[in-house]
Nanobody, 124 residues
Framework: QVQLVESGGGLVQAGGSLRLSCAASGRTFGIYGMGWFRQAPGKEREFVAA??????????NFAESVKGRFTISRDNAKNTMYLEMNSLKPEDTAVFYCAAGRSLVLVTTQPPYWGQGTQVTVSS
């Protein structure tokens, strides 16, 4: 169906920046929303950010913990979504997962498609 592949994870010092990418392939015709979740050891997977497009309008949504620090965008030609992470904190350390669905609401709540995840480690 839909395949999502994340990349860009790695080790970065606190205060640094990292850019994650998520390339979508397969039958993406019905995909109008993509987003990011993260899961730290011992914690539940949590929503980070999402982007959706409809009728020429782009919508974005961010978790309170990342507002002002993270930026989400999408390159339609490349069918790739990006997450620019700035001012990273040790608490941002987690496996970041790419997600996709039919709408912003679906992506932020119960996305049907997931990537394999990419590790982000922020050292102090």
């Amino acid at each position: 169906q839909v395949q999502l592949v994340e990349s860009g994870g790695g080790l970065v010092q606190a205060g640094g920046s990292l850019r994650l990418s998520c390339a979508a392939s397969g039958r993406t015709f019905g995909i109008y929303g993509m987003g990011w979740f993260r899961q730290a050891p011992g914690k539940e997977r949590e929503f980070v950010a999402a982007i959706a497009w409809n009728g020429g309008t782009t919508y974005t949504n961010f978790a309170e913990s990342v507002k002002g620090r993270f930026t989400i965008s999408r390159d339609n030609a490349k069918n790739t979504m990006y997450l620019e992470m700035n001012s990273l904190k040790p608490e941002d350390t987690a496996v970041f997962y790419c997600a996709a669905g039919r709408s912003l609401v679906l992506v932020t709540t119960q996305p049907p498609y997931w990537g394999q995840g990419t590790q982000v480690t922020v050292s102090s």
